[in-house]
């Protein structure tokens, strides 16, 4: 869990532009990208990963999570999270304090500290940019890269990529 703010902030801010360089690959016309018939589209899963952020409302944050449906263009919805990944932070920087991560509120059921809601919401955000890069890569685009070099990345160094 996280015990500072500071310490949320700074993974807050470097996850978070790692997401910006994902949305910011996509196109419109990748938006309509399935994996199956009747599964969650890359579009969806791209608003499903911003709207998410939403759901920290419910540990007491009060910002601007954005409203439904998506923006009809993969540029709105990275303007869109941009936007409210910063409307976050903002809130948990005012709203709360090193001493608000250790108290714990009830989720579903369970008690979840707020420092360990945040380190969730991250890895969330991970989970999802992971789906989504498959995506992208059956919709012909390039994936960025997230935590290492990508395929292509090799490629261009002249190396062998490991498949
Ligand atoms: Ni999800």
């Known amino acids: 869990m996280f015990a500072t703010i500071e310490a949320f902030a700074k993974e807050w801010e470097s ?7 994902v949305l910011g690959r996509l196109t ?4 309509r990208q399935a994996i199956a018939a009747d599964r969650r589209t890359l579009g969806e899963l791209a608003w499903h990963l911003v709207t998410s952020l939403r759901f920290m409302a419910a540990l007491g944050l009060d910002f601007d999570g954005g409203a439904d449906p998506a923006p009809g263009s993969a540029a709105g919805i990275a303007e869109e999270y941009r936007r409210i990944s910063s409307a976050l932070l903002q809130a948990v920087r005012v709203q709360w304090s090193d001493d ?3 108290e ?5 059921g ?16 991970a989970h999802h940019r992971g789906q989504m890069t498959v995506l992208m890569r ?3 685009l390039r994936p960025p890269e997230i935590y290492g070099p990508t395929y ?3 490629v261009d160094q002249g190396k062998t990529p490991l498949a």
């Open 138 to 140: 059956q919709a012909g």
């Open 110 to 125: 369970e008690q979840w500290r707020n420092g360990d809601s945040l380190r969730f919401t991250l890895m969330h955000q």
């Open 28 to 31: 419109d016309d990748s938006l």
């Open 152 to 154: 292509e990345t090799w």
């Open 15 to 21: 996850e978070s532009e790692l997401t910006d360089r």
């Open 104 to 108: 714990a509120r009830t989720i579903m």
């Open 100 to 102: 608000s991560l250790g």
